[in-house]
């Protein structure tokens, strides 16, 4: 999807067509989540502080997020995948791989079919890469953002690579790009001249990886049923507080959410983390693993109350998330403690 968040926003609220809009909290010490494409022409992007933001653009506006409202939206997107095929393997909330090579129909027709059906139930715009292989048509959903279209085909591998920078790459993050660019290797150009060993040298198993991607090859298979590591929310506050209520509160509303997803997959876990990042950006986590298996939201608040409790409130905080992991599939009922 394009400028994800940031765009259902608008779509809420035609009033902010046109304006640069970024998603993430309206305090200072926030940072943004989703800026959009205005937003993006003042150098404002993901990840930034918000007070850095509206130093590059005061007239920007700034919106809290809304979780429950995104999640409505995707499975609205995600059901117009799915009438299509059933290979669909998500990335994230607003990003998906298809596999449409069974179906009788030319790709480009099938993908000016989803974005105009995408547009048509949720008013928004999407970009979508089309390729022969996974890694190739991630990078052709990024070619004509926003609201684009871009076929990779094999006769255009590699030439049509060779001059994108190495960030590009998908798997290439910044701590990557910046040990390439250390040693002269700033396109994809330069990284095709180095030896598989050399890569492997550099970057482990995933230098082999490298080497044959920029090459057009890549075997992965759409993955329908990815297995889930861990379940958990997060939320980062509009203003920072150490408020034991209000963090309590936040808690008690993540057990339930995370109760729900449980049982609705039909899992169950013995490991509760609780993630807090404070107003310096400094993380924190505190975990506890039990003997027995939970999934009632009761259990899940009480493991995350003790963890609360062990935790110094000191100092503001912006951002608390609670996390279950360590699953398993389960038929049973889950008996609380007290029994």
Not at 184 to 200: K, R
Not at 214 to 237: A, P, Y
């Amino acid at each position: 999807m394009d400028a994800f968040y940031a765009s259902v926003e608008v779509q809420d609220n035609p009033t902010l067509k046109g304006k640069p809009v970024a998603v993430g909290g309206s305090s200072d010490h926030g940072i943004i989540t989703t800026a959009n494409y205005e937003a993006r022409k003042f150098g404002l992007h993901s990840a930034m502080p918000i007070f850095m933001a509206k130093n590059l653009c005061p007239n920007a506006v700034f919106l809290p997020v809304r979780m429950k409202r995104y999640k409505e939206v995707s499975q609205q997107v995600f059901k117009i995948l799915y009438e299509i095929t059933d290979l669909v393997e998500p990335v994230s909330i607003d990003e998906a791989y298809i596999d449409i090579s069974f179906i009788d129909s030319d790709a480009l027709s099938i993908a000016h079919m989803i974005k105009k059906r995408v547009h048509a139930k949720t008013g928004l715009t999407l970009s979508i890469g089309i390729s022969y292989n996974k890694f190739l048509a991630k990078i052709a959903s990024d070619w004509n953002k926003p609201n684009g279209i871009k076929l990779i085909s094999p006769d255009m591998i590699p030439e049509i690579l060779l001059p994108l920078p190495v960030k590009s790459v998908h798997g290439i993050g910044p701590k990557s790009t910046e040990k390439l660019n250390n040693i002269g290797i700033y396109t994809v150009e330069d990284l095709y001249n180095l030896s598989e060993e050399f890569l492997v040298e550099l970057f482990g198993k995933w230098g082999s990886d490298i080497y044959d991607r920029i090459r057009g090859i890549d075997n992965r298979k759409i993955n329908t049923e990815r297995e889930r590591k861990s379940l958990g929310t997060e939320t980062t506050f509009s203003e920072s507080t150490k408020d034991k209520n209000t963090l309590k509160s936040y808690l008690h509303d993540f057990s339930i959410e995370i109760s729900d997803s449980l049982i609705k997959n039909q899992i169950h876990g013995k490991t509760i983390t609780l993630k807090i990042k404070y107003e310096d950006f400094k993380l924190k986590t505190k975990s506890k693993t039990l003997l027995t298996d939970i999934y009632l939201a009761k259990d899940i608040y009480e493991i995350a109350l003790s963890l609360l409790n062990e935790i110094k409130l000191d100092r503001n905080i912006r951002l608390i998330g609670l996390t279950i992991s360590n699953l398993s599939s389960t038929q049973a009922e889950q008996l609380s403690f007290l029994d």
